[in-house]
């Protein structure tokens, strides 16, 4: 992210910080982040895609541990990220966080909690999200 | 549609090239590549230059007509468009000037690839590679673009029983190759230990499973075939260009360890060459990561899913083996000017169906295919050569 900006940020707030996602009227697929369109029914979606909270809860598919960060990063190194796939079924990227960077496992059951991301330097805005803990 | 043909190549060397600017790359690769072509200039119709991020990395856009200024082209007002997808860009701009020939508009194209990478420190270029993946929803999590292979790797291994050693086999073949390739980056071999004792970067990708930041430049010459004769005696023809699309984000595919574009873009590539993987003599894939050059010769069809991990350990894909694959070093030595990439490829095929490629020379090469991926697999362009 570079200085300034905000504005692209607060424009996803629903999403990132309660995985505000979406649902097609006409084929119920379920959409994170959310779509304009459903991409199988396209033109008959269209005015019907309706908003929908996901309940956070999922199981970890991939991951890696990032010990070469971005800047905005650096501090947290070494950190696990995951694709996390969601009771509903989207997929989604995300930190996992509040257990020991070796217990991380595909097949883990996690569930989102809400954290700080990112931060944009020093005198920048602080930016905020889903992180994904252990489902105890 | 006509026929296209390649009827002249050209590299830079490939390295940290502190010495050279943006556009004394692009001329040098560019002037190699007409001087082998032996045209003189004004029969070219139009230029395509393959970049992926020349803004973040040297600051300058327009990068189109840059390069056909400085290849010393400006007074003959060539059209030169800049062609953008990742690290496919080159593989992009190749298919571009190929569909303006094919389509009967143009005769002679020049086809440029390029990037400049070292004129920014590390962290730059970290933030930059990672523009490649989706900003809003991987990146801003914190995910890099190793990082995002890492995770390619991890399912694989867990999947498939694909080891770290296997991983690491990719980089030292690779190695053994660029070490015969006069224009790579690393002209020297290592041992798998170096591979598996080097720095982590994203579990379980350490820094040799790894391509580098390059500085480099790739350009060729493409001509209708039925007058490639004309300018050349060993003019090589693409018999077939795919390209194919899927989700900007790993984790929006429908498998993490496939890249359906590659899937898709080889489907459509081998149909218009009406040949089965099969028929491939030689492959140069996109190993950015080792992993992706794994995933590379399954998802083009040559080995079976899951399966990619044991043909490296049992060297199918060695200069000597039955399919060798990225006989020039590949993205991992040879080096990895993203922009130039997908451009260097093509030279590679073209010089080792030539029987130009020396000490790396594929005995009896005549069908030679080229892979290039842009991002995590968002896009990928594949195309197939032929000698004439």
Same mark, same amino acid.
């Given at each position: 992210?570079?200085?300034?900006?905000?504005?692209?940020?607060?424009?996803?707030?629903?999403?990132?910080?309660?995985?505000?996602?979406?649902?097609?009227?006409?084929?119920?697929?379920?959409?994170?982040?959310? &779509?304009?369109?459903?991409?199988?029914?396209?033109?008959?979606?269209?005015?019907?895609?309706?908003?929908?909270?996901?309940?956070?809860?999922?199981?970890?598919?991939?991951?890696?541990?990032?010990?070469?960060?971005?800047?905005?990063?650096?501090?947290?190194?070494?950190?696990?990220?995951?694709?996390?796939?969601?009771?509903?079924?989207?997929?989604?990227?995300?930190?996992?966080?509040?257990?020991?960077?070796?217990?991380?496992?595909?097949?883990?059951?996690?569930?989102?909690?809400?954290?700080?991301?990112?931060? *944009?330097?020093?005198?920048?805005?602080?930016?905020?999200?889903?992180?994904?803990?252990?489902?105890? | 549609?006509?026929?296209?043909?390649?009827?002249?190549?050209?590299?830079?060397?490939?390295?940290?090239?502190?010495?050279?600017?943006?556009?004394?790359?692009?001329?040098?690769?560019?002037?190699?590549?007409?001087?082998?072509?032996?045209?003189?200039?004004?029969?070219?119709?139009?230029?395509?230059?393959?970049?992926?991020?020349?803004?973040?990395?040297?600051?300058?856009?327009?990068?189109?007509?840059?390069?056909?200024?400085?290849?010393?082209?400006?007074?003959?007002?060539?059209?030169?468009?800049?062609?953008?997808?990742?690290?496919?860009?080159?593989?992009? %701009?190749?298919?571009?000037?190929?569909?303006?020939?094919?389509?009967?508009?143009? *005769?002679?194209?020049?086809?440029?690839?390029?990037?400049?990478?070292? *004129?920014?420190?590390?962290?730059?270029?970290?933030?930059?590679?990672?523009?490649?993946?989706?900003?809003?929803?991987?990146?801003?999590?914190?995910?890099?673009?190793?990082?995002?292979?890492?995770?390619?790797?991890?399912?694989?291994?867990?999947?498939?029983?694909?080891?770290?050693?296997?991983?690491?086999?990719?980089?030292?073949?690779?190695?053994?190759?660029?070490?015969?390739?006069?224009?790579?980056?690393?002209?020297?071999?290592?041992?798998?230990?170096?591979?598996?004792?080097?720095?982590?970067?994203?579990?379980?990708?350490?820094?040799?499973?790894?391509?580098?930041?390059?500085?480099?430049?790739?350009?060729?010459?493409?001509?209708?075939?039925?007058?490639?004769?004309?300018?050349?005696?060993?003019?090589? !023809?693409?018999? %077939?260009?795919?390209?194919?699309?899927?989700?900007?984000?790993?984790?929006?595919?429908?498998?993490?360890?496939?890249?359906?574009?590659?899937?898709?873009?080889?489907?459509?590539?081998? !149909?218009?060459?009406?040949?089965?993987?099969?028929?491939?003599?030689?492959?140069?894939?996109?190993?950015?990561?080792?992993?992706?050059?794994?995933?590379?010769?399954?998802?083009?069809?040559?080995?079976?899913?899951?399966?990619?991990?044991?043909?490296?350990?049992?060297?199918?894909?060695?200069?000597?083996?039955?399919?060798?694959?990225?006989?020039?070093?590949?993205?991992?030595?040879?080096?990895?000017?993203?922009?130039?990439?997908?451009?260097?490829?093509?030279?590679?095929?073209?010089?080792?169906?030539?029987?130009?490629?020396?000490? &790396?020379?594929?005995?009896?090469?005549?069908?030679?295919?080229?892979?290039?991926?842009?991002?995590?697999?968002?896009?990928?362009?594949?195309?197939?050569?032929? %000698?004439?």
């Amino acid at each position: 992210m570079e200085d300034g900006g905000v504005a692209r940020f607060w424009r996803e707030i629903p999403q990132r910080y309660n995985i505000i996602g979406n649902k097609c009227g006409s084929c119920n697929n379920i959409y994170f982040p959310p &779509r304009e369109a459903c991409p199988f029914c396209r033109r008959k979606s269209i005015g019907k895609m309706q908003e929908l909270k996901l309940c956070g809860k999922g199981e970890i598919v991939t991951y890696t541990i990032i010990h070469d960060a971005p800047r905005n990063f650096k501090e947290q190194v070494p950190y696990p990220i995951a694709i996390i796939k969601l009771e509903e079924g989207p997929k989604l990227t995300a930190q996992i966080v509040d257990c020991n960077i070796n217990d991380v496992k595909i097949g883990m059951k996690v569930i989102s909690t809400f954290r700080r991301i990112q931060e *944009d330097g020093y005198t920048g805005a602080i930016y905020y999200g889903y992180k994904f803990k252990p489902l105890e | 549609m006509r026929d296209v043909a390649i009827i002249g190549v050209g590299l830079t060397k490939f390295g940290e090239l502190w010495d050279k600017s943006f556009r004394q790359l692009t001329a040098e690769a560019g002037s190699k590549a007409i001087f082998d072509a032996g045209i003189e200039g004004k029969e070219i119709d139009a230029m395509y230059v393959g970049s992926m991020s020349s803004g973040r990395f040297v600051g300058q856009e327009h990068v189109g007509a840059l390069v056909a200024d400085a290849s010393g082209f400006s007074h003959l007002h060539i059209p030169s468009t800049r062609v953008e997808g990742a690290s496919a860009s080159g593989g992009l %701009a190749v298919r571009e000037g190929y569909l303006s020939i094919a389509s009967g508009l143009n *005769d002679i194209v020049v086809v440029g690839g390029i990037e400049k990478m070292n *004129d920014v420190g590390g962290n730059a270029a970290i933030e930059t590679l990672v523009t490649a993946a989706d900003q809003e929803w991987e990146a801003f999590f914190g995910v890099t673009f190793p990082g995002i292979y890492a995770m390619i790797a991890t399912k694989h291994m867990h999947d498939y029983g694909t080891t770290k050693e296997q991983l690491a086999q990719v980089a030292v073949k690779n190695h053994a190759n660029g070490a015969l390739n006069p224009y790579a980056q690393y002209q020297r071999e290592i041992k798998i230990e170096h591979v598996l004792n080097a720095t982590t970067v994203a579990y379980p990708l350490g820094l040799l499973d790894c391509s580098p930041l390059t500085d480099g430049a790739a350009s060729i010459v493409l001509c209708a075939a039925d007058k490639a004769k004309e300018y050349s005696n060993k003019p090589v !023809k693409i018999i %077939a260009s795919g390209q194919a699309s899927d989700t900007l984000s790993l984790h929006g595919r429908r498998d993490i360890c496939t890249l359906d574009s590659t899937v898709n873009a080889a489907k459509k590539a081998y !149909k218009q060459a009406n040949l089965s993987p099969k028929d491939i003599d030689l492959a140069e894939v996109h190993d950015c990561y080792t992993i992706a050059e794994i995933c590379a010769i399954e998802d083009l069809g040559f080995i079976e899913k899951g399966q990619g991990g044991k043909a490296i350990e049992n060297k199918i894909t060695t200069l000597d083996g039955s399919l060798p694959v990225n006989t020039s070093g590949g993205l991992k030595s040879k080096g990895h000017p993203i922009g130039a990439t997908g451009v260097a490829q093509i030279v590679e095929i073209a010089l080792q169906l030539r029987k130009e490629a020396d000490k &790396r020379q594929v005995k009896d090469a005549k069908i030679g295919l080229a892979q290039n991926v842009g991002g995590s697999g968002a896009t990928c362009c594949v195309h197939i050569m032929e %000698a004439m």
